[in-house]
T-cell receptor
Framework: DSGVTQTPKHLITATGQRVTLRCSPR?????VYWYQQSLDQGLQFLIQ???????AKGNILERFSAQQFPDLHSELNLSSLELGDSALYFC??????????????FGPGTRLTVL | DAKTTQPPSMDCAEGRAANLPCNHS???????VYWYRQIHSQGPQYIIH???NNETNEMASLIITEDRKSSTLILPHATLRDTAVYYC???????????FGTGTSLTVIP
C-alpha cells in the first residue's frame, strides 16, 4: 500500500459526459501527478501540482483539467468524453519536486470506460 | 528529458538473479535514473534510483556505468512475484516529471 488513495476504482460512462477522478496523496506529500495509461499509448504524464499550484503540463488534452485543493487532495476533470479516453488513470504523490528523496508513490488507479 | 531504451521482454529462472539493462546515452549530468515496476494493471511501484554511484536497497541493486550512458537493475533472487513490467526512467533534477517508456516485461519462470 503506497498511501495514495484514488476514487472511484471503476467508472463507466457514455461519450460526451463529464467525470471527476479524485486523489488523496500520502500524508505530508505536497506534489501530486496525474498519468494516463491506455493500451496503445503506455503511461503518459498529464499534469503536476505542487502545494496547490500547477507546476508542469504533459500530454493533457484541453478537455481535461485538474486542481489541487488546500487539503492537498487533487481532482482530475475529464469532459466531452470520447471512446479513446478509456484508460487507467493514476495519481502519484511526492514530498519534493527536486533533489534526491523525491520518488513518486502511485495510487491503485481509476479504470475509466467510455461506452 | 533523456530517452531510455530497454529490451521489450526477458525471462529469468526463479531463484536466479535478474539483470535488466537500460540505455540512456543522452543523459545529462543532473539527471537521475529511476526504476519502477508495474504488476498487471496495478499502480507502478518504486524500486530504486541513483545519480552516479551504484545503489542497493532491500529490493534491488542499481549499477550505473561510469559514463552514465547505461544502467542495470539487478534483482538478486528473482521470485514469481517479480514478474512485471520494469520501467527505466531518466528524470531531470527539477520538476520531477516522469516520462515512461515501453519498459521490459520480465517473466520469472519456475
Amino acid at each position: 500500500d503506497s498511501g495514495v488513495t484514488q476514487t472511484p476504482k471503476h467508472l463507466i460512462t457514455a461519450t460526451g459526459q463529464r467525470v471527476t477522478l479524485r486523489c488523496s496523496p500520502r500524508s505530508g506529500d505536497l506534489s501530486v501527478y496525474w498519468y494516463q495509461q491506455s493500451l496503445d499509448q503506455g503511461l503518459q504524464f498529464l499534469i503536476q501540482y505542487y502545494n496547490g499550484e500547477e507546476r508542469a503540463k504533459g500530454n493533457i488534452l484541453e478537455r481535461f483539467s485538474a486542481q489541487q485543493f488546500p487539503d492537498l487532495h487533487s481532482e482530475l476533470n475529464l469532459s466531452s468524453l470520447e471512446l479513446g479516453d478509456s484508460a487507467l488513470y493514476f495519481c502519484a504523490s511526492s514530498f519534493r519536486t527536486s533533489g534526491r528523496a523525491n520518488e513518486q508513490f502511485f495510487g491503485p488507479g481509476t479504470r475509466l470506460t467510455v461506452l | 528529458d533523456a530517452k531510455t531504451t530497454q529490451p521489450p521482454s526477458m525471462d529469468c529462472a526463479e531463484g536466479r538473479a535478474a539483470n535488466l539493462p537500460c540505455n540512456h546515452s543522452t543523459i545529462s549530468g543532473n539527471e537521475y535514473v529511476y526504476w519502477y515496476r508495474q504488476i498487471h494493471s496495478q499502480g507502478p511501484q518504486y524500486i530504486i534510483h541513483g545519480l552516479k554511484n551504484n545503489e542497493t536497497n532491500e529490493m534491488a541493486s542499481l549499477i550505473i556505468t561510469e559514463d552514465r550512458k547505461s544502467s542495470t537493475l539487478i534483482l538478486p533472487h528473482a521470485t514469481l512475484r517479480d514478474t512485471a513490467v520494469y520501467y527505466c526512467i531518466v528524470r531531470v533534477n527539477t520538476g520531477n516529471q516522469f516520462y515512461f517508456g515501453t519498459g521490459t516485461s520480465l517473466t520469472v519462470i519456475p
